[in-house]
């Protein structure tokens, strides 16, 4: 679960960070440069953590039976 989180904070933060420079360029005001990198690093945080869940669930098997088979 801490891999999954520390992916999906990385994916969330590049693509927060790439939305900012994308946005400064444009002629906004900060505010709404602000707010919308802002909006763009939490909704990429939360579709990656739901989206890990949905597989998870589709697989049927939690992360630590997936270790135990392949260690046999």
Same mark, same amino acid.
């Given at each position: 679960? $801490?891999?999954?989180?520390? $992916?999906n904070?990385?994916v ?6 790439t939305?900012?420079v994308?946005l400064?360029i ?5 505010a709404?440069?602000l707010?919308?990198t802002?909006a763009?690093?939490l909704?990429s945080?939360?579709i ?15 992360p ?9």
């Open positions: 679960m $801490r891999k999954q989180l520390v $992916r904070s990385l969330a933060f590049f693509n927060g960070l939305t900012l994308i400064l444009a002629p906004l005001g900060l709404a440069v707010v919308c802002l763009v690093t909704s945080l939360v990656g953590l739901t989206a890990d869940r949905i597989v998870r669930f589709l697989q049927g098997t939690r630590s039976e997936l270790v135990e088979v392949e260690r046999d």
